[in-house]
């Protein structure tokens, strides 16, 4: 945990949203305003001010003209909250249950993957938040911190495991290993993300962060990794030699840097550089079929929880698969311009799943009351990944921390205020 904090942190309850109001007013009464910004808008503003630019754009930014973006968000005020009255709301209950786990809010952190760009800490400043917070972390595949680092950070704090489905299965297979090793209570299997969306942001920058061996720290602790780099490094180069220019030489420094071993040796090794190449050969696998999923069953005994459904069949064929968990998600945007708003896809395969296995819900998350409306139309509990690492880049682990922990406090407040004192309460008739 980094940074001075001003504040005593407040332990979920009850009474959470009320203690948190307490003590941002209390503070105030001695000239201190939160060192993260509330609003949700103030907050993205501050952020842009303090992350690069090449930062910005890979965290902000989403796929074409960003209209799928701007549709979550479209999409989730259109739902409007109706209050109930004269219920007595005292006291509230504000945990979900999840594979057996009671968790303290349905909030989860999403998995975000290079989570430096952010932050220096990355990922172990994000497991200190969710540790102090008892809120479970989804560890991404593209994460800046081998996974078992991260879990050592989080303790006993409920982790999930993100897959990116590599192109190699031995690889894959091993970071399912790793991450079951590392305690993960389930793998999520990222499914809308097989290719790289067009996202014009990046694009316009030229900057594609696992160039630069930027969040692969997951592939370069692996050690069936290693031998694909090993091998590929081993093979003659058929490219002819170019002198780098100077852009070229930091690069290339960058990558010596965040390659394990050495720096100097790294500079003059031919493998750092097969590491970029060999994960740039194997990170995406168009190929993945429903069938792939028997694979992966027979590797693991934890839950799967697939990522990314966005259409009714597609979570009836994910029954029929036999998975454990459904995560309505778009990706935040960032893969299909034009795509409907993630919260429109949830009511559909909601119903379609009928209670049979949790359904999550992810994208465009920005507020408790966004979550309210999210469990109303038939989530579970929701993830969280552009404002944690907001908060991230503003003020590290404590940054992470007050965002998640505000998001928590309106949740229990919105409850209260709507007549509603556990989140079994909240039903589609909460809503217009």
Known sequence: MTGDRSEDPVTAGESFGRAVQAQIYRAGLFGRTPRVPVSPDALEAAARRRMSRTAWAYVAGSAGRERTAHANRSALDRWEIVPRMLRDVEDRDTGVELFGARLPSPFLFAPV????????EADLAV?????????????????SVPMEET???LAETVRWYQLYWPGDDGLAASLVRRAEATGAAAIVVTLDTDLLGWRTRDLDLAWLPFGRAMGIAQYLSDPVFAELVAERASRPRQDAPVKPGLAALKTLAGIARRYPGGFLRNLTSPLPRAAVETFLDVFSRPALTWEHLAWLRERTSLPIVLKGLQHPDDAALALDHGVDGIIVSNHGGRQVDGAIGAIDALPGIAERVGGRIPVLFDSGIRSGADAFKA???????????RPYVYGLALAGADGAREVVRNLMAEFDLTMALTGRTTTSDITRDALR
């Open 113 to 120: 993957g290079v989570l430096e760009m952010a932050h220096q």
């Open 127 to 143: 497991a200190a938040a969710a540790r102090e917070l008892g809120v479970p972390m989804v560890i991404s595949t593209q994460g």
């Open 375 to 385: 469990l109303a139309l038939g989530a579970r509990a929701v993830l969280v990944g």
């Open 151 to 153: 879990a050592v950070a």
